[in-house]
């Protein structure tokens, strides 16, 4: 079932769980992705760049793809169609234009002010077609150290009614080089005054106690992109060492399915055993 990400994410905050946003770069993770979500009976966020956009040939290849998908594989559980770090208005308005049921607003490069006036254009767009908005504030860059302001994040999330809220508390995308250190007790805050569900980003190679210490202080999403490249990338490179004569493109690239869905069972278990 396609949905937006108001319900799953209003029950995982209320249960103490999280929900994973894994991003998709071509059918085959896509129909892994779901597979395995469905079979662990986890909701799942397929996050999708733009820049994944175009790789996979636009916004209605991809919301297609995800809608026949889900039928043809009987999937059970909700699926959000979910654009990830929208940069513009614009990107935003195809998203939603072409059928996907949640977008991220990342306009945290701009100031304060700009970043909830374009925020909330986003947001009175995407309310027509009951679309789901999450935006960010601060900066969840490549190491960067810029923590969300709490004083700003209630102002952010009071003006623009964003649905849910990514703050920059010291994750960052891609390969930690260090140990993370997160800033929870901001995070806690943030959940508390904001009151709306909390995203993190950065979410790969984060340690199973962090990740639930996270979700403790207020995380509801949790996005999971490198892990799952590093996963598939290793067994298909161990693949085709082993296998030099193959060149069947399906036995290739299915060759990190087992790999990818470890990956994606581990981390629904630490996201949902509430223990
Ligand atoms: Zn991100």
Same mark, same amino acid.
């Given at each position: 079932?396609?949905?937006?990400?108001?319900?799953?994410?209003?029950?995982?905050?209320?249960?103490?769980?999280?929900?994973?946003?894994?991003?998709?770069?071509?059918?085959?993770?896509?129909?892994?992705?779901?597979?395995?979500?469905?079979?662990?009976?986890?909701?799942?966020?397929?996050?999708?760049?733009?820049?994944?956009?175009?790789?996979?040939?636009?916004?209605?290849?991809?919301?297609?793809?995800?809608?026949?998908?889900?039928?043809?594989?009987?999937?059970? =559980? %909700?699926? +959000?169609? *979910?654009?990830?770090? &929208?940069?513009?208005?614009?990107?935003? !308005?195809? #998203? $939603?234009?072409? /059928?996907?049921?949640?977008?991220?607003?990342?306009?945290?490069?701009?100031?304060?002010?700009?970043?909830?006036?374009?925020?909330?254009?986003?947001?009175?767009?995407?309310?027509?077609?009951?679309?789901?908005?999450?935006?960010?504030?601060?900066?969840?860059?490549?190491?960067?150290?810029?923590?969300?302001?709490?004083?700003?994040?209630?102002?952010?999330?009071?003006?623009?009614?964003?649905?849910?809220?990514?703050?920059?508390?010291?994750?960052?995308?891609?390969?930690?080089?260090?140990?993370?250190?997160?800033?929870?007790?901001?995070?806690?805050?943030?959940?508390?005054?904001?009151? =709306? %569900?909390? +995203?993190? *980003?950065?979410?790969? &190679?984060?340690?199973?106690?962090?990740? !639930?210490? #996270? $979700?403790?202080? /207020?995380?509801?999403?949790?996005?999971?992109?490198?892990?799952?490249?590093?996963?598939?990338?290793?067994?298909?490179?161990?693949?085709?060492?082993?296998?030099?004569?193959?060149?069947?493109?399906?036995?290739?690239?299915?060759?990190?399915?087992?790999?990818?869905?470890?990956?994606?069972?581990?981390?629904?278990?630490?996201?949902?055993?509430?223990?």
């Amino acid at each position: 079932m396609i949905v937006n990400s108001t319900e799953i994410l209003k029950k995982a905050r209320k249960k103490g769980i999280a929900i994973p946003q894994f991003n998709i770069n071509n059918l085959e993770w896509t129909k892994y992705i779901l597979e395995e979500c469905n079979k662990n009976n986890s909701p799942v966020i397929l996050g999708i760049t733009e820049k994944t956009v175009n790789y996979m040939g636009g916004y209605k290849v991809v919301s297609n793809l995800i809608k026949d998908l889900d039928s043809s594989l009987s999937i059970k =559980i %909700p699926i +959000v169609i *979910h654009l990830d770090h &929208g940069s513009s208005f614009e990107a935003c !308005k195809e #998203a $939603i234009d072409n /059928g996907f049921t949640s977008v991220m607003i990342d306009a945290s490069r701009l100031s304060l002010e700009e970043n909830i006036k374009l925020t909330k254009k986003v947001v009175e767009y995407a309310e027509k077609y009951t679309v789901t908005v999450e935006a960010e504030l601060g900066s969840i860059g490549n190491n960067t150290k810029l923590y969300t302001n709490l004083e700003e994040a209630i102002e952010f999330t009071k003006k623009t009614k964003i649905d849910s809220l990514a703050p920059a508390i010291g994750t960052v995308h891609g390969i930690y080089q260090e140990q993370a250190k997160l800033d929870l007790n901001l995070c806690d805050q943030i959940s508390k005054f904001t009151n =709306i %569900p909390l +995203v993190l *980003h950065g979410g790969s &190679g984060l340690d199973e106690i962090i990740i !639930k210490q #996270a $979700i403790k202080a /207020g995380i509801t999403k949790i996005n999971i992109n490198t892990e799952l490249q590093i996963a598939w990338s290793n067994a298909l490179k161990k693949y085709l060492i082993e296998n030099g004569r193959i060149y069947d493109p399906r036995k290739i690239i299915s060759s990190g399915e087992k790999e990818i869905k470890r990956v994606i069972r581990e981390k629904i278990d630490i996201m949902q055993s509430n223990k």
